[in-house]
């Protein structure tokens, strides 16, 4: 059984760091760590947000669609109060050499977009009518161009072109997907994201030079969405992105439905992506997803969380479904506790060659990952196993307090500290009724 009194404790914790790290129109994700507006944080927030603050929620995500390119795109990085001591800074991304680009210093680079998603859930619970007509338009343009811009071969599948738009940066799929890149000639800058975390909780320095390569290649192509399919050396399909974006689509409709908006555009996207996805990324042998180096022409056969995704956005059979859980989300060398191990989920399968249980995205739990496939294990009728995932969330959280990260052995806290989407999910999971009774 939870323990109401020390969960509400969690909670008051959770409102003041999202208070904390308040800015007036957007939400720091770390107060020291990142300074700025990031997407699919202040969606995230904003879902934490509405459950105290329902106006100061739709102001997180007013100001995130105020960054939106002329052809689409919603930006990873929103610079709304100017240069900082966070690296890249505005400039370095030189984004005012597109057409494209908006009034306002963003990144030139996008994340997952799961901000219909939570756009639909906020008015699921209050109904926000008037919100909704306004910021329609914005997320159909965003799905659009995700759909069209980075869409290769025919499908409506979407492409990624940096390890950043995966939100997962340096997950090993991405490390091995980056193995043959080789930078040819880095433009000068100065690593700032080890200053307030340890080098050992972070990206390699070899890592962070692909990552600064590639942006380099991007302002040189002005980020020209053609040339950037053409040229830029990372071009991967990756399951987890698309599986959000295949629900965010699914939440777009039905927004569109209720607004009397034609929803046709939508339902090819849904469909071409229904029909393409298994195939591309669905390895039967292993029984898990896959995401799919375009550049390679081969799957990149690394076994992380994204294999989940699918459950999230209702793409995965119920054989796959049952494969996933039973042969993966099970197996104690994978990702169960064992006498290593104690909490879930580590964000890296255990028996993996590069898994770092305190290395960002090599290892660690994060809450987002927890929530995100708890709702997917939810919604395949896995309700006791989603229970496990919000129950160590939330231990983790009232152990080590609200990280970016934690340590699957021991449930230390690593990465930032006061961490924004930790604190918003752990309002919403202990908002959602399911979570107390006699499950826990
Ligand atoms: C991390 O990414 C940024 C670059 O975008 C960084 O490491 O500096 C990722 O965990 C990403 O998913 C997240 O949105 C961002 C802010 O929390 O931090």
């Not at 914790?13 to 202040?42: M, S």
């Not at 908006?102 to 699921?124: E, K, Y």
């Not at 290649?217 to 295949?246: G, T």
Request: with cysteine.
């Amino acid at each position: 059984m939870a323990d109401e009194p020390i969960m509400d404790g969690l909670r008051a914790q959770a409102e003041r760091i999202l208070r904390g790290n308040d800015v007036g129109e957007f939400t720091k994700p770390g107060p020291r760590q990142y300074p700025h507006q990031w997407n699919w944080d202040a969606a995230l927030i904003a879902l934490g947000l509405a459950h105290f603050d329902l106006p100061r929620a739709l102001t997180e995500i007013r100001a995130l669609l105020r960054g939106q390119w002329r052809d689409g795109m919603v930006p990873h990085i929103l610079y709304h109060t100017g240069p900082s001591d966070y690296f890249p800074e505005p400039d370095f991304w030189q984004i005012t050499t597109s057409p494209n680009a908006p009034a306002l210093a963003t990144s030139g680079l996008t994340q997952p977009p799961v901000l219909a998603t939570v756009v639909r859930m906020i008015h699921a619970r209050t109904p926000i009518h008037e919100f909704v007509r306004q910021v329609y338009p914005g997320l159909l343009r965003w799905h659009r161009w995700l759909h069209t811009a980075r869409a290769i071969e025919g499908t409506a599948l979407a492409c990624i072109i940096h390890p950043w738009e995966s939100g997962t940066d340096d997950s090993p799929r991405w490390l091995r997907a980056m193995d043959d890149i080789i930078p040819r000639e880095l433009p000068p800058y100065r690593r700032r994201d080890t200053v307030h975390v340890p080098d050992a909780e972070r990206p390699s320095d070899v890592d962070y030079e692909r990552f600064v390569y590639l942006i380099d290649v991007f302002r040189q192509n002005r980020y020209e969405a053609a040339r950037l399919l053409a040229c830029s050396p990372f071009l991967v399909q990756d399951v987890m992105f698309n599986a959000i974006l295949y629900r965010a689509d699914q939440d777009l409709s039905a927004l569109a439905h209720e607004l009397g908006e034609p929803t046709d555009e939508i339902a090819a996207w849904l469909n071409s992506v229904r029909a393409n996805f298994n195939a591309r990324f669905w390895d039967d042998a292993r029984g898990l997803y896959m995401d799919y180096n375009v550049r390679a022409h081969a799957p990149i056969c690394v076994n992380t969380c994204a294999t989940f995704a699918p459950l999230w956005a209702g793409l995965a059979s119920e054989q796959q479904a049952a494969r996933l859980v039973v042969e993966h989300f099970d197996n104690p060398l994978e990702y169960a506790p064992n006498t290593n191990t104690r909490y879930r989920l580590p964000s890296t399968a255990k028996n993996e060659r590069d898994y770092a249980p305190r290395r960002y995205w090599c290892g660690p739990v994060w809450i987002n990952m927890n929530w995100m496939i708890a709702e997917g294990l939810r919604r395949c009728g896995y309700d006791t196993r989603a229970d496990l995932l919000v129950r160590d969330a939330l231990a983790l959280m009232q152990l080590s307090g609200l990280r970016e990260y934690y340590d699957p052995r021991d449930g230390r806290g690593c990465g930032a500290t006061d961490f924004g989407w930790s604190a918003a999910l752990a309002i919403e999971m202990l908002s959602s009724k399911s979570i107390f009774g006699a499950r826990f």
